[in-house]
């Protein structure tokens, strides 16, 4: 006699019985927070970079600047202690300082920006 259809639901708790992933990490427990580093490290400023090259790059409007460094920070990545958006003759412009082996990438995604 031929097994019943099982549902979808059923076939998929059968698939993921066991399945676990060993790379998730462990629940908040009380002696260690789920954080990977504690809130005061991703606080501290990170020193100069050695050796470091200079990004520059023009913009219209001080808002289209800060958009630009924020899509730098998140695609770079890029560390935002080593920008500064300032003044320039027609609008602003933001510098960034970059470790030199970075340098080519960073320069293509700010001309992207």
């Known amino acids: 006699m031929p097994a019943e259809p099982k549902s979808l639901d059923q076939v998929t ?3 993921m019985a066991g399945t676990f992933p060993a790379s998730d990490p462990p629940a908040t ?3 260690s927070g789920a954080r990977a580093v504690p809130p005061e490290r991703l606080m501290e400023r990170s020193g100069p970079v050695a050796d470091a090259v200079t990004l520059r790059r023009s913009f219209a409007s001080n808002e289209a600047a800060k ?5 730098l920070v998140r695609d770079g990545p890029v560390d935002r202690s080593g920008a500064e958006i300032g003044q320039a003759a027609e609008g602003c412009e933001l510098r960034i300082s970059v ?5 080519p990438r960073i320069r293509t995604l700010l001309a992207r920006a």
């Open 29 to 31: 427990t009380a002696d």
């Open 99 to 103: 470790p030199p082996n970075d340098a």
């Open 67 to 71: 958009i630009a460094l924020e899509g």
């Open 13 to 15: 708790d059968i698939a």
